[in-house]
């Protein structure tokens, strides 16, 4: 059989050439499927992350006699509500709650506002000393908390403002870590072009940071929120020193649970389990929106 037999005729080796990187780009725009040890992994994962939740709620089920029991219980019992009511009397949670929701959302939406904006700033704008000033705001992290609570609370106790909230709410306005991050996202996410087209078309500063900063950075600013309401919420150390039990935060109210000869740890786990259903239900019902954020912002970077 000569050379010229085996050659295909001119109408078909094109259309087997078509065919080839066809079924190739089909492969790889193929849909991969999990297998069974992924569910398995994921399942456990889930289990181990729902423990703690999970026992907390049997635990503030019972009572403080069958806590103290071998083995502990595994199940729910019918005290729930009972101490519910109970942690929630002791403890003054109705303020508790309405001050904590007042301090973590001042927190968050400050600190979200701020370090977008300063993030903006030493990601595109040029300035003198822009790079000093991003590693001595980096450099801030470094610093031990615990080293500023008492200059900070000479300084509060100074204006006047112990036990209140604006003690809790204003050294924490502004966040280095926010400053970083959002600075390291609009890096990336924010194109210098686009900033430069707006202002060709006239715009001003405010509305450049209103319609083009904004709405690139809004994933991260909904990460960022996230991670600083809850931040804000569960902080201890800080609001226990500016507060008391008469104008205090979930996590200061949930102090004076603890007290006694005998602490009911019942009644304990109950008021914990109030502190933690409404971070709960935050995520509920904003976590789709925070997650598709993430994803959009991680598609057009």
Same mark, same amino acid.
């Given at each position: ?51 703690? =939740?999970?026992?907390?709620? %049997? ?7 069958? $806590? #103290?029991?071998? *083995?502990?219980? &595994? +199940? ?56 000093? =000033?991003?590693?001595?705001? %980096? ?7 615990? $080293? #500023?609570?008492? *200059?900070?609370? &000479? +300084? ?70 996230? $991670? ?74």
């Amino acid at each position: 059989m000569t050379t010229s037999e085996l050659t295909l005729p001119q109408d078909q080796a094109p259309a087997r050439a078509a065919r080839g990187p066809r079924r190739r780009v089909m492969g790889a725009g193929k849909q991969m499927h999990a297998g069974p040890l992924t569910y398995v992994v994921l399942v456990v994962f889930a289990l181990v992350s729902l423990a703690p =939740l999970v026992w907390t709620a %049997i635990a503030a089920s019972r009572t403080n006699q069958r $806590l #103290a029991q071998t *083995p502990p219980p &595994l +199940w729910f019992g019918g005290n729930l509500f009972k101490n519910l009511q109970t942690a929630w009397d002791q403890a003054g949670m109705g303020t508790a709650m309405f001050n904590s929701t007042v301090v973590a959302g001042s927190i968050t939406i400050g600190t979200v506002l701020f370090s977008t904006l300063a993030g903006f700033a030493f990601a595109k704008l040029k300035f003198r000393f822009s790079s000093t =000033l991003l590693l001595l705001t %980096i450099g801030t992290m470094m610093i031990p908390p615990q $080293l #500023a609570v008492v *200059p900070l609370y &000479l +300084w509060m106790s100074d204006l006047h403002w112990s036990n209140h909230l604006q003690t809790v709410i204003l050294p924490t306005l502004v966040s280095a870590f926010g400053t970083f991050f959002m600075r390291q996202y609009l890096v990336q996410a924010l194109p210098t072009e686009l900033i430069e087209a707006a202002r060709v078309d006239g715009a001003s500063s405010l509305r450049v940071v209103w319609h083009v900063v904004f709405p690139a950075a809004r994933p991260a600013m909904a990460v960022l929120g996230l $991670l600083t309401f809850v931040m804000a919420w569960n902080d201890f150390l800080w609001p226990i020193i500016a507060l008391n039990q008469q104008n205090p935060t979930v996590q200061v109210a949930l102090n004076s649970l603890g007290t006694g000869y005998i602490p009911d740890q019942s009644v304990i786990m109950a008021g914990a389990l109030l502190g933690t259903l409404p971070l709960l239900i935050a995520f509920l019902l904003f976590g789709k929106q925070i997650v598709g954020g993430i994803m959009q912002g991680a598609v057009k970077g």
